[in-house]
């Protein structure tokens, strides 16, 4: 049985000399005490058994930890990916009864109230601005990040995936909920049901900025309107109550329920998309700045000041980002629906410097 608890020893573990030398001082030790001593014996034997059996000279405590998380995060995974579907169902939802209020109570008091310019001016606003949202969300749900390729080996990469056994290029990071590596991740959006990277980050954000801008426009525009049906609500518990139709009734709640609904999606979504502005700005995904900050703390630390290399000025960021490659574009391409693919493969990138030293990843 010694035999075979030290061969167990030896085949995983690179300290095998040392876990052996200690598996012949335990049987020593059983062999000349008496019986509570012969009870500790034992008690340290089973200890150094079971450490033989999980032993590698790999592991850590993170490794520990993270085998002991392991079932909570599958569930977390496993429920963020179904109410991705949930979330993806509501949005639709949502948003199209925003639209059919809009079209039912809000644009014929515009019709019947406004003079001319301004009914052309609201139709061609409110048009365009949902065309932009739906275009901008159906692209973003419906177009893959991008991945890298795995039937290829010599990519240019910084470090190897531990889940995929792939090499990862820079700027990509491994997606729990989508179970796969992730062309310069962004996020993982429930909003989406998709991940953000490479070949989708344009059609999120412009997503969020159309979607911020239409509420704004929506909660504006029906403002009027929802002060009266707010003080025709108050007045329904007045005695006698006043006579109001069905229609009316019906008319009051949905337009407190637009108003109170998008004045709120307008702030909650105004505060990511501002987030965004200034990450964009600063040449960072939201994945790059946690390391980034890390990093500055590191090498300030060591009186060093960090450099983002991916940080090309703020107008080229954006210029990069929208893929704008002359004026027309600011038209064509950020202004119109435009499903043009963004600049480079989202492996290779350009570095406005190269490290010399290595950097957390
Ligand atoms: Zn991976
Ligand atoms: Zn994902």
Redesign the pocket.
């Known amino acids: 049985m010694w035999i075979k608890v030290c061969s167990r020893v030896k085949s995983r573990s690179s300290r095998w000399h040392r876990k052996r030398t200690d598996c012949f001082q335990t049987l020593l030790l059983l062999s000349t005490r008496g019986p509570t001593g012969r009870f500790l014996e034992l008690w340290s034997y089973s200890k150094l058994l079971l450490k033989s059996l999980y032993f590698n000279s790999l592991s850590n405590s993170d490794t520990l930890l993270d085998c002991a998380f392991e079932p909570v995060y599958w569930i977390v995974d496993n429920v963020t990916r179904w109410f991705g579907v949930v979330f993806v169902t509501l949005v639709i939802l949502l948003t199209t009864s925003v639209v059919v209020i809009i079209y039912l109570f809000v644009l014929p008091t515009i019709l019947s109230a406004y003079p001319l310019h301004w009914v052309v001016w609201h139709l061609c606003c409110g048009h365009w601005l949902l065309v932009m949202v739906v275009f901008h969300y159906y692209k973003a749900t419906t177009t893959s990040p991008g991945h890298p390729p795995k039937d290829k080996v010599h990519i240019p990469s910084v470090s190897i ?4 056994i ?1 090499p ?1 290029p820079a700027r990509t990071h ?2 729990s909920i989508c179970n ?2 992730v062309l310069k991740m962004d996020h993982h959006c429930p909003w989406l049901n998709n991940c953000v990277g490479h070949f989708n980050h344009r059609y999120f954000f412009s997503f969020c900025l159309y979607m911020t801008l239409g509420c704004i426009y929506c909660s504006i525009s029906s403002r009027e309107l929802f002060l009266e049906a707010y003080s025709a609500i108050e007045s329904y518990y007045m005695t006698p109550p006043p006579m109001e139709t069905l229609r009316e009734t019906t008319a009051h709640k949905c337009i407190i329920f637009l108003w109170v609904l998008t004045s709120s999606v307008a702030v909650a979504l105004g505060g990511l998309t501002l987030w965004h502005v200034i990450l964009i700005s600063r040449g960072e995904t939201s994945v790059e700045r946690h390391i980034n900050r890390k990093e500055t703390r590191r090498l300030r630390e060591k009186g060093k000041v960090f450099r983002n290399p991916y940080h090309h000025g703020n107008m080229n960021n954006w210029k990069l980002l929208l893929g704008v490659e002359k004026r027309s574009h600011w038209f064509t391409r950020v202004l119109l629906p435009s499903s043009h693919l963004p600049n480079g493969d989202g492996i290779m990138w350009d570095w406005t410097f190269s490290r010399r030293d290595p950097m957390a990843i």
Do not use: E, N
């Open positions: 995936c531990k889940k995929c792939t990862k491994h997606c796969t590596c």
